[in-house]
């Protein structure tokens, strides 16, 4: 069982950056691979970036590569997503997820935290 919580949400002026945190309790949480979702007022999940177990393999939504980077530290049971350049159009809800599976798709993740609100004012 892993529980995830997410830290660092908040508001910033576009171009601004951001740095959130995903806590993870459970030994177990080395041993996942982890994605970073968004969800915007009016529509659906959407992917953002996923790290394999170990951390060697990275994938970034289309929209966000060379400006957000996901990372994982299995020492202190912590991924994170560092976001910068931040644009009005990146204000949701950001989830952290973990899974089995390498995968883009938020149904094959088994672990959800409870999402932390990003806003960027333009």
């Known amino acids: 069982q892993v529980q995830l919580v997410e830290f660092g949400g908040g508001l910033v002026q576009a171009g601004g950056s951001l740095r959130l945190s995903c806590a993870a309790s459970?030994?177990?949480?080395?041993?996942?691979?982890m994605g970073w979702f968004r969800q915007a007022p009016g529509k659906e999940r959407e992917f953002v970036a996923r790290?394999?177990?170990?951390?060697?393999?990275?994938y970034y939504t289309d929209s966000v590569k060379g400006r957000f980077t996901i990372s994982k530290d299995n020492a202190k049971n912590t991924g994170y997503l560092q976001m910068n350049s931040l644009k009005p159009e990146d204000t949701a809800v950001y989830y952290c997820?973990?899974?089995?599976?390498?995968?883009?798709?938020?149904?094959?993740?088994?672990?959800w935290g409870q999402g932390t609100q990003v806003t960027v004012s333009s």
């Open positions: 459970g030994r177990t949480f080395s041993t996942y691979n």
């Open positions: 997820a973990a899974g089995a599976v390498f995968t883009t798709t938020p149904s094959h993740y088994r672990y």
């Open positions: 790290i394999s177990w170990n951390g060697a393999t990275t």
